[in-house]
């Protein structure tokens, strides 16, 4: 009996430590760990944002306008820099794929995080007037930027930027933390660089903040397979991959406007052959090329030919950028084509249909399609311990027995 008492305490002790251990998991089960941007949460902000290891923000909240405003001084005045705190509003995680996360607060915004070099951060105010922080990092320091931009540099070199596409503004507080206010439908963007932004960032940053570039697609390599991240800013694109092969991808367009858009690409050299040599058709059309960003605005408000450029990244290693300017809508297919380095186009034989969105699925360089599942973490608190009762029982009855043999 002296064994059994010692047995069954053993097997309390264990179903206790595993129920602690699965509690534990369970508070972790709303953190994201993706191939370039990990965070976590709490009940009302995102924690450590990190974008290839460099933490650009401890924290980010949200929060309705009018209730920060309410709930006590927080110096709120004409500046948006003013706002010296927030409190934060309820955040839940509602899916997380291999590309992308959304959280939705309860103030009525969204925060859509993509999983790709420039670890973008999406804030929208789908109901009232937010308020977003973005408390920057001890190794951080915030500045504001004449052309509405907030630009946050860190020790290492990497950098990020945040602006408002639509009604908002945003600004640098006494504390060193970007505050945004977005008014409803606006957009709070932050996008990060490995290293300093150069020219060819800033004009990107412009085509978005200014409305003309409504959509990105960001084609890489994860884990050997070709994935495909897709952003859209407003309601009117939407943006999604419909075909591909190993040195093509193409890109279903749609719009709820005639009015033509600018498409901004990023193509990793190992996730498409040919990477370095792109070449871009419109509707089986070939495109003309540009020669300045400046050129892009005018192709696409109607102009006679959509037109695109292409550069090697200046913030991102072994990657290809494009911006497309396509000049009129409703759908359109804009096929992102490998070629040569000095820009001839592959064979583009071999070609396979996907299901192509690149929000549930990912594709990889055969045109596969790969299911990504939200990966969440379930527990089970009280599990261990119905097994140690099990156990327990069982023991019982088999001591019970020996002592009736023994009988």
Known sequence: MRILAVVATVLLVTSATAGVASVAGAQNASAYDGAHVTFGTQSNALTDYRVDGTTFF?????????????DGPLGVGSDVGSV??????????????????????DSGATIDVHDNPHGIMVVESTNATQYVQLNVSEKGEAGYWGDATAVIETDEGPEAAAFVVGNGTVG??????????????????????????GTDDRNQESLIADGVATAEAYVMQQDGERVVDTVTYGETTSLRTSEQSADRVELAVDRTTQEGTVLLASVSNEALDGASGLSVTVDGETAARATAYSELPMAADGGQRS???????????STTEAAVAVNHFSERTVALQGGQANGSATDTSGETTTAGDSGPATESDAGTETE????????????????????????????????????
Request: glycine share 6%; no cysteine.
């Open 58 to 70: 401890d924290s980010v909240s949200v929060q309705s306008k009018q209730t920060a405003e309410d």
């Open 84 to 105: 010296a705190s927030l409190s934060g509003s309820g955040l839940t995680v509602d899916s997380r794929t291999t590309t992308n996360a959304t959280i939705t607060a």
């Open 172 to 197: 640098v507080n006494d504390d060193g933390d970007v505050v945004a206010e977005v008014g409803e439908d606006g957009y709070l963007v932050v996008r990060t660089y490995d290293r300093r932004r």
């Open 307 to 317: 037109k695109y450029l292409t550069q090697p990244s200046s913030s991102v290693d």
């Open 372 to 407: 990504t599942t939200t990966q969440t973490e379930t527990s089970s608190p009280g599990f261990g311990l119905v097994a140690a009762v099990t156990a327990l029982a069982a023991l019982v009855v088999a001591s019970v027995a020996r002592s009736r043999q023994r009988d």
